[in-house]
């Protein structure tokens, strides 16, 4: 029986992306998500209350509202996002080959997509040969005694069919990202320090028909590390990385007209007009063609000019 099973390219499809204000254009940099993402969203009004004489209930008065906050929570799972990068799909499972590699994954998620260079060696692979001097080296080339942790892992590396000793240089890409992704939540509450005039990114959430761009100021973040799943041998890098930020929509453009999909207008206020009166029905400031797409290079528009924050 063949199983039919289509991918979700959800990594594609959502993701956070941070925008760092400088001089002369907009540094972008992305954080895609691999996993599904709880996502907790709440405004509140402000009012302001009358109480007439002889009337059994209050009048109120609109004052406007505060920004909308959305808690969101995500998990970066080391296991898993090797497999979306070294791994084909049997098919047997009646699904494609994912046609993505290592090299792409730096493209799209560690350069500037106005200039992607060449990252050179991986930064972590220097915990392998951290590994090999805790571990000793092969008895059987070294001339010392039976090492059997090391015998261990060699037996591993047969049954498992996994390259455990001497562990390819595209793992230890995976785990670069991951680092990454992680400094990149870590840069969403602080500023330029040689410049403080430039304050901390814009970030930018889409999740979804529900989230399209919504751009956003991080007011506090938490990194934690599933200890039941673990931790990397060489690195120490949890395997599950658990991360929860708490954001407030910043709506500002030009302040002028809201324009859906339109470089900086889109950005500005918009009302329940632009949900009941117009074709847009919607407040979002949805995807323009300057946007970034990950596995796709960005092209240089009117949006990369930096603005008020």
Known sequence: ???????????????????????????????????????????????VKYNPIGRSSNS?????????????????????????????IGSNLGMRRRDKSVENLQKSFFQDFTNQENLGPARSSKYEKQWEEILGKDPTISGTENNEEYDLLKYKEKVEDSPLLGMDEMKYRIIDAIVYWANLIRSSVLNNAQNP????????????????????????????????????QRTMLPRVIGVSMDLLEVREGDRGAYKQAIPISRD???GWESIVLSDYQSTDPMMSSSDVVPGKPMTSRDDDKPRWR
């Open 1 to 47: 029986m063949t199983i039919l099973r289509i991918d979700s390219h959800i990594e594609e499809r959502s993701r956070l992306v941070f925008v760092f204000p400088t001089h002369d254009k907009d540094v972008k940099r992305i954080l895609p998500f691999f996993e599904n993402v709880t996502i907790k969203e709440s405004k509140s009004a402000k009012l």
């Open 197 to 232: 005039f430039y304050g901390p990114p814009i970030v930018r959430l889409t999740y979804g028909v529900l989230y399209q761009n919504i751009p956003c100021v991080c007011t506090s973040y938490r990194i934690s590390a599933d200890d039941k799943a673990g931790y990397d």
């Open 268 to 270: 500005n206020l918009a």
């Open 60 to 88: 109120f008065g609109y004052t406007g509202a505060d920004s909308r906050k959305l808690a969101i929570t995500f998990n970066m799972t080391l296991p898993n996002i090797q497999s979306f990068v070294t791994a084909g």
